[in-house]
Structures are given as structure tokens and as C-alpha cells.
């Protein structure tokens, strides 16, 4: 399976805390993005980040990218109740067009 | 920006029926779709790639027979669960190869067979 694993599995801390979401992937990669999915909701995109790449912002977001260790991780920085939900990491291999997903993490931000 | 719809967003079946979805990307063409289940709780898993005018491929362990796929157009791909059974019961979500980001899903499909 390519699947990724990502950890921890469930987030919980009271806004304004920051909060960080790690993923490991299997084989090299293309690039790597982070979605965010509500419950029972479609997935929205949060950031794009480029394997030649190892760091990327946008707004309260940061994610980083380790590819000697296949790893990425997500900050969001003071975070809001309306933060809460599921964020995944999907990464994209070689020539394919798939995206294999990470096992998510279930954030819960406490106001 | 691209905007991929899914139809329906919901549906309840009784077992034994066939069920079809709908994955339309409105403002742009979209020769390669995907569709992928979700388990309540866990993570998207691929169960296939639809490529407009050709078979679609496969996943592992998905049955071609059981979800069967068609990309008729460059702006649809259906899934057809046949024969749904209530193990069959997910979230199936579609995404398609354009848009800003390269890769737009759509909204998901909540499938309950009864």
C-alpha cells in the first residue's frame, strides 16, 4: 500500500494554541498537500508544497518537507475553533496522477 | 477556480440495488478523474483512475465489477456500485486532474445501503 501514515491521530488544545500534524510517506515523491475535511464534507486544499521545496507558508499554515526522511509536517499557528476538523496529507509519486492519502489527523480546537 | 460537482451528495439504497454518482468538472475538462472511498474515520483510499474514452484502472482488491466506471466526456465519470450491499455503506469522493492546484475534488457522496 502507499499509503502514508500520519500522526498524532486525534489533536486536542484550546484556541489559540498552535497546533503541528506530522506525515511519513512510503517512496519518493512530486509533491506532497495538505487538505482539510470537515465531517461528512468534501476536501478542501490547504497547500501544495514541491519535493525541491522544504518549507512553504500560507497565512497561519506552515508546512515543511524532509524528503531524506519522507516526512512532512503541517503548523497551524493560533488556532481558532473553526480549525476543527480532519487534515490529510496526500502525496503524489512519480509519473502517476494518483494521490495516495495519509491516515489523517482529527484536530479539535477547544474555545 | 475549477469547481468539480458530485452528484448525489447523499443516498440511501436497499441492498441488492445499483447506485450511480456523478463527478462533473464544471469549468474546465478533466481527461483523468479519481475516485476514492472513505470509511467513517479514516482515510481516503484510491479504488480507481478514469480516463476519458478508455477502461478505467484499478486498484488492488477493488472489483471492477462490482464499481464499475465510465468517462464518457471530458467533464463526466460516473461510478456505478452494483449490487450494493451494506458493506458497500461509505463516503466516495471524485476528484479530477485540472484546476489551480492541478487536482480538484468534489463534495462527496454519503452511500447508505439498507
Known amino acids: 500500500s502507499q499509503q502514508g501514515e500520519e500522526d498524532p491521530q486525534a489533536l486536542s488544545i484550546q484556541e489559540g494554541e498552535n497546533a503541528t500534524m506530522n506525515c511519513s510517506y512510503k517512496?519518493?515523491?512530486?509533491?506532497l498537500q495538505w487538505y482539510r475535511q470537515n465531517s461528512g464534507r468534501g476536501l478542501v486544499h490547504l497547500i501544495l508544497i514541491r519535493s525541491n521545496e522544504r518549507e512553504k507558508h500560507s497565512g497561519r499554515l506552515r508546512v515543511t518537507l524532509d524528503t531524506s526522511k519522507k516526512s512532512s509536517s503541517l503548523l497551524i499557528t493560533a488556532s481558532r475553533a473553526a480549525d476543527t476538523a480532519s487534515y490529510f496529507c496526500a502525496a503524489k509519486h512519480g509519473a502517476g496522477n494518483q494521490f495516495y492519502f495519509g491516515t489523517g489527523t482529527s484536530l479539535t480546537v477547544i474555545p | 477556480g475549477a469547481v468539480v460537482s458530485q452528484h448525489p451528495s447523499w443516498v440511501i439504497c436497499k441492498s441488492g440495488t445499483s447506485v450511480k454518482i456523478e463527478c462533473r468538472s464544471l469549468?474546465?475538462?478533466?481527461?483523468?478523474m479519481f475516485w476514492y472511498r472513505q470509511f467513517p474515520k479514516q482515510s481516503l483510499m484510491l479504488m480507481a483512475t478514469?480516463?476519458?474514452?478508455?477502461?478505467?484502472?484499478?486498484e488492488q482488491g477493488v472489483e471492477k465489477d462490482k464499481f464499475l466506471i465510465n468517462h464518457a466526456s471530458l467533464t463526466l465519470s460516473t461510478l456505478t456500485v452494483t449490487s450494493a450491499h451494506p458493506e458497500d455503506s461509505s463516503f466516495y469522493i471524485c476528484?479530477?486532474?485540472?484546476?489551480?492546484?492541478?487536482?480538484?475534488f468534489g463534495s462527496g457522496t454519503r452511500l447508505t445501503v439498507v
Open positions: 469549468d474546465f475538462q478533466a481527461t483523468t
Open positions: 478514469s480516463n476519458e474514452g478508455s477502461k478505467a484502472t484499478y
Open positions: 517512496t519518493s515523491i512530486n509533491n
Open positions: 476528484s479530477a486532474r485540472g484546476g489551480l492546484y492541478g487536482y480538484t
